[in-house]
């Protein structure tokens, strides 16, 4: 990965705990412990963090896929909740690209708990910025 999508260079993904295990140009995964600064009231994972971890991986992804000097930007995120993590839990994504084009490209991310159990499935678009 390059130094600017490095998650040091990343404040708010490091914040978090995001650790990523695997990019490439087809597939990011990554996972993060759900701790209590990313939890509801309730003690489960905050639905804002939620899509914020998938939009970190889908982010990487779609740099991985730029040419030479360009940059990404979201433009459009959609999330569908589908169940709870409970904090101490970790959970694990996997994002993938659904399109990859000249000015955007489109990435899938489905959030699982350690059970397999489905946390969310996120659907975003990635502007490419000359």
Known sequence: MSDSMDLAAQPFPRLM??????????????????????????????????????DTLGAIGAFLNLP???????????????????????VFAESVPLHIGRRSSVWQTRIAREDGKLVAVITQTQLVLD
């Open 68 to 90: 030479e000097g360009a940059l990404t930007t979201t433009i459009e995120s959609k999330t569908n909740f589908i169940g709870a993590a409970k904090e101490g839990s970790t």
């Open 17 to 54: 705990g995001v650790e990523v295990m695997e990019a490439s140009k087809t597939a990011v995964r990554g996972r993060i412990v759900v701790k209590p600064e990313i939890c509801t009231a309730a003690h489960i994972m905050h639905g804002g963090a939620i899509m914020a971890f998938a």
